[in-house]
């Protein structure tokens, strides 16, 4: 049985910032998702609070939530068959030093924190992620 699945893509300010959605949405269509829903808007820093309240003790909680809302991203509803596991395989690793050829973070990643991408990590978070940004 197949699994088509949806999740949450998040391209970040740092790549919005030098122009690289359609090759990042290009590289989403070339490995067969189907992007369902699409803008672009900019947060406040208590809604990327909200977003990433899962990291809040986490040291790096604050510059965070500040990079999150410095700029405009595009969030993104991505479909495909067991899409969550594929978008985290095609994003490639958190670190993008440490991603592997072929990824989006390997391609365009800056760093640790200017990575480019977010994508949800399980299909329970994909569900919370996309009723926050595309909840009306
Ligand atoms: P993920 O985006 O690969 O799922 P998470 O561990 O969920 O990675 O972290 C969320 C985001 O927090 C990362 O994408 C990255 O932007 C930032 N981040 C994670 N670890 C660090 C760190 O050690 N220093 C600075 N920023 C970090
Ligand atoms: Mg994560």
Redesign the pocket.
């Known amino acids: 049985m197949s699994n088509v699945e949806k999740t949450l893509s998040i391209i970040k300010p740092d790549a919005v910032e030098r122009n690289l959605d359609d090759q990042i949405k290009e590289m989403y269509i070339n490995n067969g998702f189907k992007i369902v829903q699409e803008k672009k808007i900019q947060i406040e820093k208590l809604e990327a609070e909200k977003f990433?309240k899962v990291?809040e003790t986490?040291p790096?909680y604050n510059?965070?939530c500040n990079?999150l809302s410095s700029g405009p991203i595009i969030v993104m509803i991505l479909e495909k068959v067991n899409a969550v596991l594929a978008n985290r395989e095609l994003?490639g690793?958190?670190n993008p030093k440490e991603a592997r050829e072929g990824t989006i973070r390997k391609k365009f990643g800056i760093s640790?924190?200017k990575?480019s991408v977010?994508?949800s990590?399980s299909p329970e978070n994909a569900k919370i992620e996309i009723d926050f940004f595309f909840n009306d």
Do not use: A
């Open positions: 990433y990291h986490k790096f510059e965070l990079y994003m690793s958190t640790i924190d990575n977010h994508g990590d």
